[in-house]
Nanobody, 119 residues
Framework: QVQVVESGGGSVQPGGSLRLSCAAS????????MGWYRRAPGKERDLVAY???????NYADSVKGRFTISRDNAKNTVLLQMNSLNPEDTAVYYC?????????????WGQGTQVTVSS
């Protein structure tokens, strides 16, 4: 059993910053990629950013230069620092972890955390 838990969402004014945290725990042998998706109201879920166990990162074009993803492999945690937020960043943000356990690779998701950017 693997759990993925996010924290750090909230409300902020345009131009502000938030940091999202995510921790994976349970029967984990190793974790490949960890990252974040988001779902804005009325839209499909889109990739925001991910980071591999080797620290290779990938960002959606819409967040490049504003968001930074980082990871602590020893703690199975991933952070998403979000700066210069704008109303288009309003969404539910979901963390995921690509986990290997008992020889099986599976993707586990968190419950989501709301980010609201509004004046």
């Amino acid at each position: 059993q693997v759990q993925v838990v996010e924290s750090g969402g909230g409300s902020v004014q345009p131009g502000g910053s938030l940091r999202l945290s995510c921790a994976a725990s349970g029967s984990i042998y190793s974790i490949n990629a960890m990252g974040w998706y988001r779902r804005a109201p009325g839209k499909e879920r889109d990739l925001v950013a991910y980071i591999t166990s080797g620290s290779t990162t990938n960002y959606a074009d819409s967040v490049k230069g504003r968001f930074t993803i980082s990871r602590d492999n020893a703690k199975n945690t991933v952070l998403l620092q979000m700066n210069s937020l704008n109303p288009e960043d309003t969404a539910v943000y979901y963390c995921y972890a690509n986990v290997v356990t008992a020889g099986v690779r599976s993707v586990y998701w968190g419950q989501g955390t709301q980010v609201t950017v509004s004046s």
